[in-house]
């Protein structure tokens, strides 16, 4: 497996706090990774510093054999990283059409001048181009009945759906998926957790997602990472990951061996 | 559902070309070329007086429009629109009184001027949002002004300097009835301009980035440019209509163009509607035929049984200003999303007449 992505020791801090700490994985090409871990965990702070929200105060994160740790997010699209966002993110007051459009935007040549001559420069032709395949996407996610609705007065569902097509129309090879399940009933969930494995298999795009939904996450990921407080507890295929010891204290809360503070001893000990 | 636009049943697209028109339907196209010849045959009907309001909503919209794709589509703010209103305004009239270049060509060269002021300003942009950037914007204003003021070289300084008439070919445009159509052409080139911006890459980009910056970012957006950027497109159209202004009043003076103006300025679009094309339009009339109806009804009232009742006689003109002021409050409380929406919802009406849904 060619490694598509790899994050090399990372940490963040913000202050004292530590978001993540020493951090490394690697994501193969054509993989479905699964980042899971509890609430504040540092899953999101994970995905920040590869699309380059933050920048990790220690490590490197290396795309396709590039050191990408500090250059700036605008760059991500071009280079092949869509992502989608945990707390919704469209632009509520434009048209999914146009919403998904946005997404081509490193795909677009014309300028505000020649936009603005539009019959004159091409600019026409290119947005017509550049329709189908925003059409192709639409086919794809079933969003025909809502392409000309305004994004922000669609249901919760649908709008995730459309955050997924507009980092679809970036056209990544990289997607990063943030909670794409969340807050959905169990059909939706089944028709995302069908987009997810469609756009890994079909599309041949990796996939790097975090998601609570244990079901989902051990259904369909190639490999799963746990993150708790920051640091990676454990990685390998869903099988591994689940019976690991460690996994199970951090979501079942039991005594864990590894995370443990040496001074934090038992009552009954203390006791004694 | 509510959101989607209402279309008459069996107007059907079928070819992506079809559906990316500026006017949704054949019919409404024709109907605002119909419109537009209307206004083309107004100074064969009208008077001075009602043609001067024309060429002021003509130029004055014009510059509106620029501060509604800085203010309604990008979602900046700047309070120093008159500012670069004035500076197109004296670049025209410089560019023409020194450099001997014809008004025709003085004009939108006139706009590339303003742009460049536009750009230079709106570097703090990149850095600044909400009332910081305001404030910043308040920055523009005053140097601005003070620079009228002071470079008499370019400006003529206090004394203001003389603007010569639009003429092309030798032949002036130098009465209201012939630069009506000056500001006729100038106003579609300029509307169809920016409809054509934001149906294309840019202009989706500008609304990206203020609908949501950070996910505008993740699509290889560079907010920087884009903030910047959207100052220069503003300042652009401030530009064309202050030149247009200069070339009709064929003389430009320092007090025009004060933080009041751009205050009116912001007035303009947001009773008509931020974001709106169609709204700059409507607030711009709304906001020149305000004083002119107000004017008109108090007038109307001297001499009447209240001008008696209240003992008002020379305070009538203040009456006016405070109607002013009371109609923009009202509006602004019962109408927030300005003339547009009320246009749309209009329109909606009639289409649906007689079932409500």
Known sequence: MAGLLEIRNVSLRFGGVRALSNVSLAVGKGELFSVIGPNGAGKTSLVNCISGRYRPTEGHVVYKGQDITRRPPADRARIGIGRTFQNLALFQHMSVLDNIMVGRHHLLANNFITGSLYWLTGARAEELTHRRRVEEIIDFLDLQPVRKAQAGTLSYGLRKRVELARAMAIEPELILLDEPMAGMNLEEKEDMARYIVDLNEEFGMTVIMIEHDMGVVMDISSRVAVLDFGKKIAEGVPGEVMANAHVRAAYLGEVDPVLADPDDVPLAEAGA | ?357
């Open chain 2, 1 to 357: 559902m509510a959101t989607h636009s209402l279309i008459p049943a069996g107007e059907y697209k079928t070819s992506y070309a079809a559906d990316t028109t500026i006017f949704p339907t054949v019919t409404s196209r024709n109907a605002a070329i119909l419109a537009l010849i209307l206004v083309a045959c107004a100074p064969l009907v009208f008077d001075r007086y009602i043609l001067s309001l024309m060429i002021q909503i003509g130029y004055l919209s014009i510059a509106a429009l620029g501060l509604n794709i800085l203010v309604g589509f990008t979602g900046q703010i700047s309070i120093g629109h008159a500012a670069f209103f004035g500076f197109g305004a004296f670049s025209s009239a410089w560019l023409n009184n020194v450099h001997g270049i014809p008004v025709f060509f003085a004009i939108p060269l006139a706009g590339l001027m303003t742009t460049a002021a536009g750009l230079i300003f709106g570097l703090p942009a990149a850095r600044l949002k909400g009332l910081y950037l305001a404030i910043a914007t308040l920055a523009a204003q005053y140097i601005l002004q003070d620079f009228f003021a002071r470079a008499s070289w370019f400006s003529g300084g206090v004394a203001g300097t003389v603007a010569y008439p639009f003429s092309i070919f030798g032949y002036a445009f130098d009465t209201d009835a012939r630069y009506f159509y000056v500001v006729l052409s100038y106003m579609v080139l300029c509307f169809v301009l920016a409809t054509n911006l934001m149906r294309s890459r840019d202009g989706r980009a500008l609304v990206a980035v203020r609908d949501h910056y950070l996910s505008a970012e993740m699509m290889g957006i560079n907010l920087t440019k884009y903030r910047t950027l959207s100052f220069g497109i503003s300042a652009f159209f401030a530009g064309i209509g202050g030149a247009l202004y200069a070339h009709y009043l064929q003389f430009v003076s320092v007090e025009g163009f004060t933080i009041l103006f751009s205050i009116q300025f912001l007035g303009m679009i947001i009773i008509g509607g931020l974001g709106s094309i169609m709204g700059t339009i409507l607030g711009t009339i709304f906001m020149v035929l305000l004083p002119e109806a107000m004017e008109w009804l108090t007038s109307s009232l001297a001499g009447g049984a209240i001008d008696r009742a209240l003992s008002l006689k020379n305070n009538i003109s203040y009456l006016r200003e405070m109607a002013i002021g009371a109609v923009i409050v009202l509006f602004l409380m019962f109408e927030p999303d300005g003339l547009a929406h009320r246009w749309k919802q209009i329109k909606a009406y009639w289409k649906l007449y007689p079932f409500a849904h």
